[in-house]
Nanobody, 114 residues
């Protein structure tokens, strides 16, 4: 069983920055694909950024050049550095882990005011 605990959400003005963190329990972190998803009110959950176990990163087109996903395998932690935030980035951000099965965190709220 893997538990994912997110932190770092909050309220920020457009153009601002936030860094989200997700700490994973267990010993499979380095072998896991880790990702950040978000869900805006009334919309489906969407992939924001993915970090493979091999260290590759993929991003949604809407966040390319503004968001950076990184991971620290020694700390079992994945980060999402968000810059140039826009009101449309508002939503609940969920941490995701996949190795032998999929796990989700409880989510952290990000609100970007215009």
């Amino acid at each position: 069983q893997v538990q994912l605990v997110e932190s770092g959400g909050g309220l920020v003005q457009a153009g601002g920055s936030l860094r989200l963190s997700c700490v994973a329990s267990g010993s499979s972190f380095s072998r896991s694909a880790m990702a950040w998803y978000r869900q805006a009110p009334g919309k489906q959950r969407e992939l924001v950024a993915l970090s493979t176990s091999g260290g590759n990163a993929n991003y949604a087109d809407s966040v390319k050049g503004r968001f950076t996903i990184s991971r620290d395998n020694a700390k079992n932690t994945v980060y999402l550095q968000m810059t140039g935030l826009k009101p449309e980035d508002t939503g609940i951000y969920y941490c995701y882990s996949r190795w032998n099965r999929i796990y989700w965190g409880q989510g952290t709220q990000v609100t970007v005011s215009s």
